[in-house]
Protein backbone atom coordinates (compact mmCIF):
# COMPACT_ATOMS: atom_id res chain seq x y z
CA UNK A 1 0.00 0.00 0.00
CA UNK A 2 1.58 3.21 -1.10
CA UNK A 3 -0.53 5.28 1.44
CA UNK A 4 -2.11 9.18 0.52
CA UNK A 5 -0.90 9.65 -3.07
CA UNK A 6 -1.35 13.41 -4.14
CA UNK A 7 -0.68 14.44 -7.83
CA UNK A 8 0.95 16.85 -9.62
CA UNK A 9 3.70 16.81 -6.73
CA UNK A 10 3.81 20.93 -7.98
CA UNK A 11 2.44 23.38 -9.94
CA UNK A 12 2.46 26.90 -11.07
CA UNK A 13 -0.28 28.57 -11.97
CA UNK A 14 -1.03 31.86 -13.48
CA UNK A 15 -3.35 34.77 -10.75
CA UNK A 16 -7.14 34.08 -12.49
CA UNK A 17 -7.13 30.42 -13.44
CA UNK A 18 -8.43 27.79 -12.04
CA UNK A 19 -6.44 24.27 -10.58
CA UNK A 20 -7.61 20.72 -9.58
CA UNK A 21 -5.40 18.67 -7.50
CA UNK A 22 -6.13 15.12 -6.77
CA UNK A 23 -5.63 12.67 -4.19
CA UNK A 24 -6.07 8.82 -3.14
CA UNK A 25 -6.96 7.50 -0.24
CA UNK A 26 -4.91 4.96 1.85
CA UNK A 27 -5.93 1.57 1.68
CA UNK A 28 -9.52 1.01 3.37
CA UNK A 29 -10.01 5.03 4.11
CA UNK A 30 -13.17 6.38 3.16
CA UNK A 31 -12.62 10.14 4.14
CA UNK A 32 -10.88 12.62 2.72
CA UNK A 33 -9.94 15.92 3.78
CA UNK A 34 -8.03 18.73 2.80
CA UNK A 35 -5.62 21.20 3.94
CA UNK A 36 -3.66 24.57 3.28
CA UNK A 37 -0.38 24.58 4.60
CA UNK A 38 0.97 28.50 4.39
CA UNK A 39 4.68 28.43 5.05
CA UNK A 40 5.61 28.93 8.11
CA UNK A 41 2.14 27.69 9.56
CA UNK A 42 0.33 24.75 10.71
CA UNK A 43 -1.94 22.99 7.92
CA UNK A 44 -5.90 24.68 7.82
CA UNK A 45 -8.39 22.40 7.48
CA UNK A 46 -10.47 23.60 3.98
CA UNK A 47 -12.66 20.82 4.08
CA UNK A 48 -13.88 17.18 4.65
CA UNK A 49 -15.60 14.24 2.49
CA UNK A 50 -17.29 10.97 3.50
CA UNK A 51 -19.90 8.97 1.02
CA UNK A 52 -19.18 11.61 -1.50
CA UNK A 53 -20.64 14.72 0.44
CA UNK A 54 -18.97 17.49 1.57
CA UNK A 55 -19.09 17.17 5.64
CA UNK A 56 -17.35 19.34 6.80
CA UNK A 57 -15.88 22.87 5.72
CA UNK A 58 -13.38 25.46 6.96
CA UNK A 59 -13.53 28.99 6.87
CA UNK A 60 -12.09 28.71 3.17
CA UNK A 61 -13.48 31.38 0.34
CA UNK A 62 -16.39 28.90 -2.18
CA UNK A 63 -13.53 29.64 -4.75
CA UNK A 64 -12.71 26.27 -2.89
CA UNK A 65 -14.66 23.25 -3.99
CA UNK A 66 -14.34 19.84 -3.88
CA UNK A 67 -15.36 16.52 -4.87
CA UNK A 68 -15.27 12.57 -3.80
CA UNK A 69 -15.95 9.78 -6.21
CA UNK A 70 -17.32 5.97 -5.28
CA UNK A 71 -13.59 5.02 -5.35
CA UNK A 72 -12.90 7.12 -2.20
CA UNK A 73 -10.52 9.25 -4.30
CA UNK A 74 -10.84 13.36 -4.29
CA UNK A 75 -10.21 16.22 -6.08
CA UNK A 76 -9.73 19.78 -5.02
CA UNK A 77 -10.77 22.67 -6.89
CA UNK A 78 -9.79 26.76 -6.58
CA UNK A 79 -11.04 29.08 -9.09
CA UNK A 80 -9.91 32.38 -9.61
CA UNK A 81 -6.26 32.02 -8.32
CA UNK A 82 -4.97 34.44 -6.05
CA UNK A 83 -1.26 34.91 -4.83
CA UNK A 84 -2.41 34.28 -1.42
CA UNK A 85 -3.00 30.63 -2.65
CA UNK A 86 0.26 29.58 -3.10
CA UNK A 87 0.99 26.92 -0.63
CA UNK A 88 1.29 23.36 0.36
CA UNK A 89 -2.08 21.63 -0.36
CA UNK A 90 -2.05 17.92 1.91
CA UNK A 91 -4.77 15.59 1.39
CA UNK A 92 -5.40 13.42 4.56
CA UNK A 93 -7.44 10.07 4.81
CA UNK A 94 -8.98 8.05 7.31
CA UNK A 95 -11.83 5.54 8.09
CA UNK A 96 -15.29 6.34 9.52
CA UNK A 97 -17.18 4.06 11.41
CA UNK A 98 -20.28 5.65 13.07
CA UNK A 99 -19.30 8.73 14.40
CA UNK A 100 -15.45 8.26 15.14
CA UNK A 101 -13.26 8.75 12.81
CA UNK A 102 -9.96 6.98 13.45
CA UNK A 103 -5.88 8.25 12.60
CA UNK A 104 -6.03 10.87 9.52
CA UNK A 105 -2.69 10.28 7.60
CA UNK A 106 -1.11 12.79 5.25
CA UNK A 107 -0.17 12.55 1.92
CA UNK A 108 3.21 14.26 0.30
CA UNK A 109 1.58 17.15 -0.83
CA UNK A 110 0.54 19.09 -3.68
CA UNK A 111 3.39 22.53 -4.18
CA UNK A 112 1.13 25.09 -5.56
CA UNK A 113 2.62 28.58 -6.62
CA UNK A 114 0.87 31.02 -8.26
CA UNK A 115 2.23 34.26 -10.11
CA UNK B 1 -12.75 30.16 19.45
CA UNK B 2 -10.76 27.13 18.78
CA UNK B 3 -7.00 27.65 18.36
CA UNK B 4 -4.05 25.83 19.21
CA UNK B 5 -0.92 28.01 20.16
CA UNK B 6 2.90 26.68 19.86
CA UNK B 7 4.38 29.86 21.55
CA UNK B 8 8.20 28.47 19.98
CA UNK B 9 9.31 28.42 16.57
CA UNK B 10 12.35 26.55 17.67
CA UNK B 11 13.88 24.61 20.23
CA UNK B 12 17.58 23.92 20.51
CA UNK B 13 19.06 20.88 22.71
CA UNK B 14 21.80 19.12 23.19
CA UNK B 15 21.71 14.70 22.93
CA UNK B 16 20.55 13.59 26.31
CA UNK B 17 18.92 16.84 27.44
CA UNK B 18 15.14 16.96 28.55
CA UNK B 19 12.95 18.62 26.02
CA UNK B 20 9.40 19.63 26.42
CA UNK B 21 8.12 21.18 23.14
CA UNK B 22 4.57 23.47 25.08
CA UNK B 23 0.79 23.62 23.17
CA UNK B 24 -2.03 25.11 24.56
CA UNK B 25 -5.39 25.01 23.21
CA UNK B 26 -8.70 27.21 23.32
CA UNK B 27 -11.37 24.48 23.31
CA UNK B 28 -14.76 25.25 25.74
CA UNK B 29 -15.94 21.35 25.10
CA UNK B 30 -13.48 18.36 25.57
CA UNK B 31 -11.23 17.78 22.24
CA UNK B 32 -9.01 15.61 21.26
CA UNK B 33 -5.21 16.56 21.26
CA UNK B 34 -2.80 15.05 19.17
CA UNK B 35 0.83 16.01 18.23
CA UNK B 36 2.08 15.40 14.61
CA UNK B 37 5.90 14.79 13.86
CA UNK B 38 7.31 15.73 10.20
CA UNK B 39 10.92 14.60 10.12
CA UNK B 40 13.27 16.09 6.80
CA UNK B 41 11.85 15.29 3.47
CA UNK B 42 8.70 13.01 5.06
CA UNK B 43 5.10 13.21 5.39
CA UNK B 44 3.22 14.61 8.57
CA UNK B 45 2.67 11.80 10.52
CA UNK B 46 0.40 11.04 14.11
CA UNK B 47 3.41 10.58 16.75
CA UNK B 48 0.43 10.30 19.51
CA UNK B 49 -2.96 11.41 20.97
CA UNK B 50 -4.27 11.90 24.26
CA UNK B 51 -6.72 8.90 24.19
CA UNK B 52 -4.52 6.58 23.52
CA UNK B 53 -2.43 7.33 26.72
CA UNK B 54 0.77 5.43 24.69
CA UNK B 55 4.68 6.20 24.93
CA UNK B 56 5.89 6.76 21.16
CA UNK B 57 9.76 7.00 20.37
CA UNK B 58 9.93 8.07 24.27
CA UNK B 59 7.68 11.04 23.88
CA UNK B 60 4.79 11.31 25.87
CA UNK B 61 2.29 14.23 26.87
CA UNK B 62 -0.14 14.85 29.12
CA UNK B 63 -3.45 16.66 29.11
CA UNK B 64 -3.90 19.63 31.39
CA UNK B 65 -7.64 20.52 31.24
CA UNK B 66 -7.43 23.52 34.11
CA UNK B 67 -4.44 25.02 32.32
CA UNK B 68 -6.02 24.15 29.08
CA UNK B 69 -2.27 22.54 27.93
CA UNK B 70 -1.08 19.59 26.00
CA UNK B 71 3.06 19.62 26.14
CA UNK B 72 4.89 17.24 24.39
CA UNK B 73 7.99 15.97 26.78
CA UNK B 74 10.95 13.37 26.65
CA UNK B 75 13.65 12.91 29.25
CA UNK B 76 16.38 12.45 26.74
CA UNK B 77 16.38 13.70 22.94
CA UNK B 78 18.39 11.88 20.59
CA UNK B 79 19.75 12.96 17.27
CA UNK B 80 16.94 11.66 15.28
CA UNK B 81 14.21 13.54 17.18
CA UNK B 82 14.80 16.63 15.27
CA UNK B 83 12.31 17.78 13.61
CA UNK B 84 9.01 19.56 13.09
CA UNK B 85 6.26 18.97 15.60
CA UNK B 86 2.44 20.05 15.62
CA UNK B 87 0.03 19.90 18.13
CA UNK B 88 -3.41 19.52 16.84
CA UNK B 89 -7.03 19.34 18.28
CA UNK B 90 -9.91 17.86 17.28
CA UNK B 91 -13.34 19.11 18.16
CA UNK B 92 -15.85 16.36 17.99
CA UNK B 93 -16.27 16.74 14.11
CA UNK B 94 -12.71 15.01 13.22
CA UNK B 95 -11.45 18.20 11.59
CA UNK B 96 -7.68 18.95 12.99
CA UNK B 97 -7.02 22.57 13.93
CA UNK B 98 -2.97 22.86 14.06
CA UNK B 99 -0.67 24.44 15.60
CA UNK B 100 1.91 26.81 13.81
CA UNK B 101 4.89 24.06 14.89
CA UNK B 102 8.12 23.96 16.78
CA UNK B 103 10.98 23.21 14.70
CA UNK B 104 13.13 20.55 17.42
CA UNK B 105 17.22 20.80 16.83
CA UNK B 106 18.92 17.82 18.88
CA UNK B 107 23.06 18.63 18.41
CA UNK B 108 25.25 15.96 18.62
Known amino acids: DAGVTQSPTHLIKTRGQQVTLRCSPKSGHDTVSWYQQALGQGPQFIFQ???????QRGNFPDRFSGHQFPNYSSELNVNALLLGDSALYLC??????????????FGPGTRLTVT | AQRVTQPEKLLSVFKGAPVELKCNYSYSGSPELFWYVQYSRQRLQLLLRHISRESIKGFTADLNKGETSFHLKKPFAQEEDSAMYYCALSPATDKLIFGTGTRLQVFP
Open chain 1, 92 to 105: ASSFTSGRFSYEQY
Open chain 1, 49 to 55: YYEEEER
